[in-house]
């Protein structure tokens, strides 16, 4: 056997597999900065950053950063480095909130993901049932999903971020709470994320797990902490959700 005869051996398992975990998917939760939209893409996350690093100053908290921290590029991280020092404490619920409306702001310039928008459809139009599972805001999806028209996809199932950041992912919180409200149990279900912390909430919660990768960087990561299902573009899933028998 040659080795591309092996090579499309594998490759045909793999889509076969992959077929099959969204054949017996009839819930499917989906993260949002990523798999449903590039939340950022007109309004830089790094400037975000700067944002509430400059407002923490602004308050008389710099030193509770470290210098690491004050020139990180991500929002989320600034915010769990205050939650660290000062958790559940009214400077974190003051810092989400500046973060939140921040967001709300970056809706506006937000791209669709490609197939994003008819991969939703599509999948509510088989009787999937459809969450939102997201370390943004709730207020930032739901907004975003409006404006898109998909709204009724995922109403109510819009679960993000809360001012317990505790519970961000890779907690499986927002994940159980979906399962939870859906009355799914985790097998029925498959999570479609970008990042590590995405697979390791999947895993916390027992649900199956599918990776969106944009870039051969973010595929590498995934597969690297034990992703089994990954793609560059949803235009695999939504033709494989296409063909099911």
Known sequence: MTSDTTQTDVVATQTENLRKAINRARFVLFDFDGPVC?????????????????????????????????????????????????????LVAELEARFTQQELKAVDKAWPTEYADALIRTWTAVGARLAITTNNSPLTAARYLDGRGLADCFTPHIYGRTQDLRHLKPDPNCLNRALSALGAAPSQALMIGDTTSDLHAAEGAGVPFLGYARNKEREEQLRKAGAEHVVDSLETVLRLLRGRS
């Open 38 to 90: 590039r939340l950022y893409a007109g309004h830089a996350a790094e400037r975000v950053a700067r944002d509430l690093v400059e407002w923490l100053e602004r308050q008389g908290m710099r030193g509770l950063l470290t210098r690491e921290e004050r020139d990180h590029p991500d929002p989320l991280a600034v915010l769990h480095a205050v939650d660290r020092r000062r958790p559940r404490s009214d």
